[in-house]
């Protein structure tokens, strides 16, 4: 990282130390601290240009806050944020909008749109389509006042009053998820959707579960060097070590492939491998932690979750690694 992008990790770092509260921000109404996201806004990690009211970072600078943001595993909503960002490349008032902290989402995956042009209707507010139809596990869904939608052709904005939006809960306390139902929804057009927005958020996430893969770790090194066994640390056994050393293999190969997610080859390869690396962290983490990590008080069951959670975001595994054998095999 260059000297500036050090200093925005510290600074994002120093801040979640400072006020990060995981548990108290999942029992609000709204599932995060608004205070912490306005500071976080007032550092400038979002990717949004200058000339729209942004701090002008780029994609590896808001990665870098998201790395952080995994870390702690607090809510926030710059994933859902950063993505919709992403869709409106250009798009002054609405970037302008972000950047002054309005939380904006985009609903484009698990989507079932279907969409009427504005001539069999009475205009309403200038719209140019209606939109019927469901989009399920939306980021933030039930806390955006920027509403983007994609049919898998054009990129839409709705006002989410015009909407039936529904709180999904999940096993992961700390994501929030909604499903949003469209009946006859008045729409724009923003115009054609771009699939690389779908790459911009699989790599987005995948710098996510570094930070979380990471911190798991750290905590189970931590936590093996006090915890005594047969009057030695855990850390001292053979075992062990290797055990936590093909942790820290697997943190290092999923930074490097998170940060190599430049493209719709290389991030579906982030996603996969991310997912994987932080399901294998995660249950590692359990295992070494012995009893006390299966209970409530402590955080090993909050990374779990979020592995799995994280893991199903935006296409499975499974998924993408099909997508990857169809590219391999249309060469």
């Known amino acids: 990282?260059?000297?500036?992008?050090?200093?925005?990790?510290?600074?994002?770092?120093?801040?979640?130390?400072?006020?990060?509260?995981?548990?108290?921000?999942?029992?609000?109404?709204?599932?995060?601290?608004?205070?912490?996201?306005?500071?976080?806004?007032?550092?400038?990690?979002?990717?949004?240009?200058?000339?729209?009211?942004?701090?002008?970072?780029?994609?590896?600078?808001?990665?870098?806050?998201?790395?952080?943001?995994?870390?702690?595993?607090?809510?926030?909503?710059?994933?859902?944020?950063?993505?919709?960002?992403?869709?409106?490349?250009?798009?002054?008032?609405?970037?302008?909008?972000?950047?002054?902290?309005?939380?904006?989402?985009?609903?484009?995956?698990?989507?079932?749109?279907?969409?009427?042009?504005?001539?069999?209707?009475?205009?309403?507010?200038?719209?140019?389509?209606?939109?019927?139809?469901?989009?399920?596990?939306?980021?933030?869904?039930?806390?955006?006042?920027?509403?983007?939608?994609s049919d898998g052709t054009h990129l839409y904005e709705v006002d989410p009053r015009t909407v039936t939006v529904e709180h999904t809960p999940t096993v992961d306390q700390t994501r929030r998820l909604a499903t949003i139902h469209f009946a006859d929804a008045p729409a724009t057009r923003l115009g054609r959707w771009k699939p690389e927005i779908e790459d911009a958020a699989l790599a987005a996430l995948a710098a996510e579960q570094v930070g979380a893969a990471q911190r798991a770790l750290e905590l189970t090194v931590e936590y093996t060097k006090t915890r005594v066994q047969f009057g030695r640390p855990l850390a001292s056994f053979q075992a062990l070590k290797h055990r936590m050393s093909d942790m820290h293999v697997l943190v290092e190969t999923a930074r490097s492939a998170a940060r190599a997610a430049t493209d719709e080859v290389s991030a579906a390869v982030a996603k996969v491998y991310c997912s994987e690396a932080l399901t294998k962290v995660a249950a590692e983490m359990v295992q070494l932690h012995g009893g006390i990590a299966i209970t409530w008080e402590h955080d090993a069951h909050l990374y779990f979750k979020r592995a799995h959670g994280s893991a199903q975001l935006f296409g499975s595994p499974a998924h993408h690694l099909e997508r990857l054998?169809?590219?391999?095999?249309s060469r």
């Open 325 to 329: 054998r169809k590219w391999n095999s």
């Open 1 to 149: 990282m260059t000297p500036e992008q050090e200093a925005l990790r510290d600074a994002v770092r120093s801040l979640l130390d400072k006020h990060s509260d995981v548990r108290a921000a999942i029992e609000t109404p709204h599932g995060y601290d608004k205070a912490l996201w306005a500071r976080l806004c007032d550092i400038g990690v979002l990717p949004i240009p200058e000339e729209h009211g942004g701090s002008g970072a780029t994609r590896a600078e808001t990665h870098i806050a998201l790395e952080e943001l995994g870390r702690t595993l607090t809510p926030s909503p710059l994933l859902a944020c950063t993505i919709a960002v992403q869709a409106l490349a250009g798009n002054g008032p609405l970037l302008r909008r972000i950047a002054d902290g309005a939380i904006a989402t985009i609903a484009w995956d698990h989507t079932e749109i279907s969409t009427t042009e504005a001539f069999d209707y009475p205009e309403v507010n200038g719209a140019s389509d209606y939109l019927d139809g469901t989009a399920r596990y939306v980021l933030d869904g039930d806390l955006a006042e920027i509403l983007l939608v």
